[in-house]
């Protein structure tokens, strides 16, 4: 689908933009608003939100969005909501003109980059928590995490009242968490079935890409590609009939005799509600490990 962009002499007046960065960047609501209904006047609008420090598994869902709607608007804001008092906020990569860069040589139309001040407000006392979901596994292991990423990302569907919103399944919990938020809130723009998944990304070695892989040190890295193998073979044990507290406990086994440091959860759980599946069932199923290699965290996820 070709790029349709918006010349200088198109927007309306008064517009807040980062004219310094390669793609048309917004950082107030006002102006936000006012690009968009010109967007709006082309066509579908999908929105990607993300954090920043963008990587392939971004573009991936850059592309999958300008497939499906005619103009894409990518969120980039580090949601200190989300992170917890001894998590890694301050020292997430910020890297806008690069990230701008690359979101221009993908057609991007928008980037809609917010600061802190722009999202809360002073004053600011909101919050969106959606149970059942969001309890285990990394809701377990980082507290109130989910709260933020359920609060962000409302804000953000009410910001750009977009047709449709791309996220990684890599984070899949998080996905269900936006879908069950967009649910129960019968939110419209988008409505839940508009809420797509795209498949996760991976390294040559299997390992899922992440912002947070920049974090290793070159000998981490290496070790990291064990987190995907080991993923493999407890499928494939269980597959062949293993059962599931033994292959939970050499997955874990093996983590830590591949370098990780501890491991947060490694659990079987069912594809859809999240809850623990005790022994294959009927029901779709998916391997959900997260651990921790010197101080950075890693996830990931697959099908049964």
């Known amino acids: ?19 310094e960065l390669p793609v048309q960047t917004v950082t107030l609501l006002d102006p936000l608003r006012r690009a968009l209904a010109a967007l709006r006047a082309d066509g579908p609008v999908a929105l990607v939100p993300t954090m920043g420090a963008l990587h392939e598994g971004h573009l991936t869902l850059v592309r999958a969005a300008r497939q499906r709607a005619a103009h894409v608007v990518v969120s980039i804001f580090v949601n200190p909501r989300q992170f917890g008092p001894n998590e890694d906020l301050s020292r997430y990569p ?11 040589a993908e057609g991007v139309s928008l980037l809609w980059a917010p600061g802190v001040e722009v999202m809360y407000p002073a004053g600011y006392a909101t919050a969106i928590s959606v149970g059942g979901i969001s309890e285990g596994l990394c809701g377990a292991a980082r507290p109130g995490h989910f709260d ?26 998080q996905l269900a968490v936006i879908r069950g938020m967009a649910r129960d809130l019968d939110l419209t723009a988008p409505a ?11 390294e040559a070695d299997g390992l899922a890409l992440s912002s947070r892989n920049a974090f290793l040190t070159p000998q981490q890295r290496a ?8 993923m ?25 005799d591949g370098g990780f440091s501890s491991v947060d959860y490694a659990e079987l759980r069912d594809a859809e509600s999240l809850a623990p599946v005790q022994e294959s069932g009927d029901n779709p199923a998916r391997l959900f490990v997260a651990a921790r290699i ?11």
Request: proline letters at 5%; aromatic letters at 4%; a positive charge.
């Open 1 to 19: 689908m070709p790029h349709r962009s918006i010349g200088p002499a198109q927007w309306p007046s008064a517009l807040t933009i980062r004219g």
């Open 94 to 104: 910020r890297q806008l003109a690069q990230d701008s860069a690359l979101l221009e």
């Open 148 to 173: 933020g990423v359920a609060t962000v990302v409302a804000k953000l569907f009410n910001q750009v009242q977009p047709d449709m919103a791309l996220f990684g399944e890599k984070d899949w919990q």
């Open 192 to 202: 839940a079935a508009a809420i797509h998944g795209v498949a996760t990304v991976r």
């Open 223 to 230: 070790q990291a590609a064990c987190l995907p193998r080991a």
């Open 232 to 256: 493999d073979a407890a499928l494939a044990a269980l597959r062949g009939g293993a059962g599931r507290a033994s292959t939970m406990q050499k997955l874990v086994a093996d983590l830590l």
């Open 294 to 304: 010197g101080t950075t965290r890693l996830i990931d996820n697959k099908p049964l």
